[in-house]
């Protein structure tokens, strides 16, 4: 991970500037480390799982993070999960509690049988295959409060942005090595 493609990312999340509205879904399990390096920042996060968790569970539960723009602790966040499967940022100008209780919705889906399953959907190598597969209800209770969803492509050297308008979703690869946006409709 370079400092240059650090740069980029936070360019594209943060285009207009330090907002409050940039998040993170870090998935636990990927490595011991997020659960250390949350406990270490000073970012605000909540954890998607409610109720008592064992200590096990509760260090590879998914986490919400709310990431500040400029600071040191989400600059060391982004260069450690870039590329390593850590999670998927996204963009929403909704309170910590809301987007929690909706991310919550989409942690249990259910088989052709009925049957629960539990849906990764915040590990970047899942989203970015799901997303494209949605019909416009499914991505209407996906994206819900969310105006935008960002990945790490097949490799690090590209970032996935889907958002969802007009009844369909808008995929589009961005190249972390060009100060130059290039746009490609087709998604891996």
């Known amino acids: ?12 999340l943060w285009p207009e500037g330090p907002r409050q509205n940039i998040w993170m879904i870090l998935d636990g399990a990927r490595s011991i480390e997020i659960f250390r390096m949350l406990l270490a920042c000073h970012l605000e996060y909540a954890c998607l799982y409610s109720g008592p968790l064992t200590p096990e569970l509760e260090i590879a539960a998914p986490y919400l993070v709310q ?3 400029g600071y040191r602790d989400t600059h060391q966040l982004i260069q450690r999960a870039w590329g390593n499967s850590w999670g998927v940022f996204l ?3 909704t309170s910590l509690k809301k987007l929690r209780r909706h991310l919550r919705e989409l942690l249990i ?10 849906f990764r959907y915040y590990d970047p190598r899942v989203l970015r295959v799901y997303l ?22 097949e490799n690090p ?13 808008e ?18």
């Open 132 to 153: 494209p597969t949605c019909v416009t209800a499914e991505l209407r209770t996906v994206f819900g409060p969310i105006e935008c969803f960002w990945t790490v492509g």
């Open 91 to 93: 963009r929403s100008d």
């Open 109 to 118: 889906v259910r088989d052709e049988r009925g049957n629960r399953l539990a």
């Open 157 to 169: 050297e590209t970032m996935l942005e889907f958002r969802f308008r007009e009844r369909q979703l």
């Open 67 to 69: 990431l500040d723009h």
């Open 171 to 188: 995929p589009r690869t961005i190249s972390l090595d060009s100060r130059v946006l290039t746009f490609d409709q087709k998604q891996s």
């Open 1 to 12: 991970m370079t400092e240059q493609w650090i740069g980029r990312i936070e360019e594209i």
